[in-house]
């Protein structure tokens, strides 16, 4: 079934390193992705979004990446910081199954290493 | 910073109770949305809601669901009668306008039901 699916479950990075989390979707009628990240006992937060019209775009230590062709979402954290460990979702909005939902992915959980 | 707000944090009901999760959205905010994630999977689309009626729904979203805005500041879900597989954290969201690729959907910090 159509899905939106993380490549790693787990990933644990040196502080002061770059990560990279990775995302795949099928839908190719999806137009908006979005990366939330989520801190034990909290609901998500927004990181950083994407149209479908982009290939990339940069915010504050991160950046995320979208690649159509393969339909491949990654997202980049720059000088990781222990504030960064939490569960990353990439969430994709697909204009066919509706307009307001978001339709989220498993989950990835960083941990930073001190 | 406005923020949208959950309670309670935390609820544990009986099987077959009726539980009533509530949710304060941001003030200046028109559309509402529940989610839910049970343990250690996606956070799932149950419902959206703007003017007072169910825009979107997913077929998670039957007829033990139904949501309520009683009044000006509250959005509620209610499951009337709780199953065990109904256990997951509730995640109430809300943004200014509804297409959702052109506003944020802001989440609340969730409501954690267990039913046994």
């Known amino acids: 079934g159509e899905s939106v699916g993380l490549h790693l479950p787990t990933l644990s990075v040196q502080e002061g390193d770059n990560s990279i989390i990775n995302c795949a979707y099928s839908n190719s009628a999806s137009d908006y992705f979005i990366w939330y990240k989520q801190e034990s006992g909290k609901g998500p937060q927004f990181i950083i979004d994407i149209r479908s019209n982009m290939d990339k775009r940069q915010g504050q230590r991160v950046t995320v990446l979208l690649n159509k062709t393969v339909k491949h979402l990654s997202l980049q954290i720059a000088a990781t910081q222990p504030g960064d460990s939490a569960v990353y979702f990439c969430a994709e909005n697909r204009p066919n199954f509706g307009n307001e939902k978001l339709t989220f992915g498993t989950g990835t959980r960083l941990t930073i290493i001190p | 910073e406005p923020e949208v707000t959950q309670t309670p944090s935390h609820q544990v009901t009986q099987m077959g109770q009726e539980v009533i999760l509530r949710c304060v959205p941001i003030s200046n905010h028109l559309y509402f949305y529940w989610y839910r994630q049970i343990l250690g999977q996606k956070v799932e689309f149950l419902v959206s809601?703007?003017?007072?009626?169910?825009?979107?729904k997913s077929e998670i979203f039957d007829d033990q669901f139904s949501v309520e805005r009683p009044d000006g500041s509250n959005f509620t879900l209610k499951i009337r009668s709780t199953k065990l597989e109904d256990s997951a954290m509730y995640f109430c969201?809300?943004?200014?306008?509804?297409?959702?690729?052109?506003?944020?959907?802001?989440f609340g910090p969730g409501t954690r039901l267990t039913v046994l």
């Open positions: 809601f703007y003017n007072n009626e169910i825009s979107e």
């Open positions: 969201a809300s943004t200014e306008r509804g297409r959702v690729s052109y506003n944020e959907q802001f």
